[in-house]
């Protein structure tokens, strides 16, 4: 069973930085493409960034472009979300998320597991 887990989540003020970490267990982490989204209160789920299996390819919602960087290190199991320039909108609880597909996808019905989350505060 595939399971994801992420940690970094915390209170941080605009403009400041955190980075996200997402440990995934079993032992093909290297075959799944990687993405993060995130859920604000009283919004819908949204693709934030994603990462093909060799770390080659990434792929980001353009509210995050040049602030965001997505990375994974394969041989630690790990896919992290470095978020530099954080705004109050950014507020919401990240998730990563693993797909069978190899390309990277926006689309969460292509994604096959999924973590519980972390919470992502910005004040202003």
């Known amino acids: 069973q595939v399971q994801l887990v992420e940690s970094g989540g915390g209170l941080v003020q605009a403009g400041g930085s955190l980075r996200l970490s997402c440990a995934i267990s079993g032992r093909t982490f290297s075959s799944y493409s990687m993405g993060w989204f995130r859920q604000a209160p009283g919004k819908e789920r949204e693709f934030v960034a994603a990462?093909?299996?060799?770390?080659?390819?990434?792929y980001y919602v353009d509210s995050v472009k040049g602030r965001f960087t997505i990375s994974r290190d394969n041989a630690k199991n790990t896919v992290y979300l470095q978020m530099n320039s954080l705004k109050p909108e950014d507020t919401a609880v990240y998730y990563c998320a693993a797909s069978k597909v190899l390309v990277v996808t926006p689309k969460e019905s292509q994604y096959d597991y999924w973590g519980q989350g972390t919470q992502v505060t910005v004040s202003s």
């Open positions: 990462i093909n299996w060799s770390g080659a390819i990434t």
